[in-house]
């Protein structure tokens, strides 16, 4: 096998822990948590500040740089054709992912993992509202985050797999 085959691989791997981090997040436990109203606030807190941020973290910055460097080696130059058209619009979606995610995403997560660990007992009325603004601001980000991932993905799968 050549080494853009192993490449290839990695880019995979890293891009579903990513998009699948992502996924998980935006459909089953914001949603739980939200639902569970201030009582998730310590487990959200140590979840935001604990290893997945890092893995999300490390996930999605070895996404795009096996990208650039399959990017490098598949495409030699300008993209053309379908094939070309379908990779363009997975990278740019995976940057506006990135950007998302390390630009909104991030900084959010850890007010919201702050203004949570400080909480003693109930929160207070401003903890309250800061709590619900923060987590409001992250159900919005996980949406825009896992819409451009399965974009980038759907489109990235089809380029690669394009036939024509």
């Keep these: 096998m050549e080494l853009v085959t192993y490449v290839s691989a990695l880019h995979v791997i890293s891009a579903v822990v990513w998009a699948g981090g992502a996924f998980i997040m935006a459909w089953f436990v914001s949603p739980a948590a939200r639902k569970a109203g201030p009582a998730a606030g310590p487990f959200m807190g140590a979840l935001a500040s604990g290893s997945l941020s890092r893995v999300m973290t490390y996930a999605s ?16 130059g300008a993209p053309t054709g379908t094939r070309g058209l379908l990779l363009s619009i997975g990278a740019v ?10 630009g909104l ?4 997560a850890r007010k919201l993992a702050k203004v949570q660990l400080d909480v003693d007992g109930a929160p207070t009325p401003e903890q309250g509202k800061a709590m619900a603004e923060l987590s409001g601001k992250m159900a919005t980000y996980g949406t ?4 451009a991932l399965l974009a980038s993905l759907a489109t990235m799968t089809l380029g690669a797999n394009w036939l024509g």
Excluded: D, K, R, Y
Excluded at 144 to 147: C, G, R
């Design 144 to 147: 825009w985050l896992m819409w």
């Design 93 to 102: 979606a995976g940057f506006v992912a990135l950007g998302i995610g390390h």
């Design 61 to 76: 910055a070895a996404t795009i740089a096996i990208g650039l460097v399959l990017w490098a080696q598949v495409v030699e």
């Design 105 to 108: 995403q991030g900084p959010t």
